[in-house]
């Protein structure tokens, strides 16, 4: 047996979220909707502007894995903090969680721990401003065989794409995990980022990858046919697993050739923060424990309404009661 059922390496990141009208926005010059990279200072003015604040540890794929944790999986997370305050909440908060936070926070750094301004408008729409400090730095010294081949499956973070030296970190991680016979894959992240990277991205997903999971806009990204179904195919070829979120409108997956559609009820959200990567928890977690596919796309679908459902990114239900309730487990 494997120590580890899940790990996932990407960006270690506190988040602050604070609830605020569409008007903070405008006047602070944030864009609604999306998330923004910032500098040191922007991100101390952003910071200090917010009102009852609510400090969690995030990142992406760091949500995920604290999902698949909710579910019971063994998981580890590979990703750099500081040791300054922030970076011991952060690896305290993931070690509270029950996730191996495998890497110690680094005292010798320049870089301050990465953090994540987020307000969330009325209508549950998140604005990320992201100051990456630290987190961005990762690089494949921060990858230890004992954690990479040891995972049964290995989930990466597409926004450390954006550096050669987590690019490396990926092709270093992705190779010890499907040399010891483990399944690695991707989220896509974000479609700017595939902008930036679209050759590299794809080369990774056709190699490197078994599985890729994505929204609908990151999907439409890798190959820009201007047409869903067209990108779906043009993926599915190159990947033997493609998961294609769409928001109140499902859940897309190809898997070897076979398609299945899963189908949602539309809720407003109370926050949508987290969405995508609670339905990775979920899916993940049924691919780690033999489900089908539409049994662990409707996994993901219910880990997704409940973190939309409240505050924050990451579960506050027991998410496996959850899944028995619906006959999931």
Do not use: W
Not at 105 to 134: C, H, Q
């Amino acid at each position: 047996m494997k120590t580890y059922q899940l790990v996932g390496i990407g960006n270690a990141v506190v988040d602050v979220i604070a609830r605020t009208e569409d008007a903070f926005l405008d006047r602070m010059g944030i864009e609604k909707g999306i998330m923004q990279l910032v500098e040191q200072d922007r991100g101390e003015t952003l910071y200090h502007a917010m009102g009852n604040r609510v400090q969690t540890p995030g990142g992406s794929v760091a949500n995920t894995i604290a999902g698949a944790g909710n579910l019971g999986l063994r998981t580890g997370f590979i990703g750099r903090v500081r040791d300054d305050e922030l970076g011991r909440f952060y690896a305290e908060a993931m070690t509270n969680e029950g996730i191996a936070f495998v890497n110690a926070p680094v005292s010798a750094a320049d870089l301050p721990t990465s953090r994540s301004m987020i307000f969330v408008s009325p209508d549950g729409e998140r604005s990320m401003n992201t100051y990456l400090g630290i987190s961005a730095e990762l690089g494949p010294e921060d990858v230890a065989e004992a954690v990479a081949g040891q995972a049964e499956i290995l989930f990466l973070e597409g926004y450390l794409f954006d550096k050669d030296k987590g690019k490396e970190a990926f092709l270093k991680a992705a190779r010890l995990c499907r040399a010891a016979g483990g399944q690695a894959g991707i989220a896509i992240s974000d479609p700017f980022c595939v902008e930036r990277h679209r050759d590299d991205f794809l080369r990774l997903i056709e190699h490197e990858m078994d599985f890729v999971i994505g929204n609908e806009a990151e999907i439409r990204s890798l190959y820009r046919n201007d047409d869903l179904e067209a990108d779906l195919a043009a993926v599915a070829a190159i990947c033997p697993l493609v998961v294609c979120t769409r928001s109140g409108d499902g859940v897309t997956i190809m898997h070897e050739g076979v398609r299945t559609d899963i189908p949602v009820t539309k809720v407003t959200p109370v926050d949508a923060t987290g969405a995508g990567d609670q339905f990775a928890a979920g899916f993940l977690f049924g691919l780690a424990t033999g489900a089908d596919m539409a049994r662990a796309g409707r996994m993901g679908c219910t880990a997704a309404e409940e973190v939309i459902g409240h505050i924050g990114p990451r579960p506050e239900a027991d998410l496996r009661a959850l899944f028995a309730a619906r006959g999931l487990i």
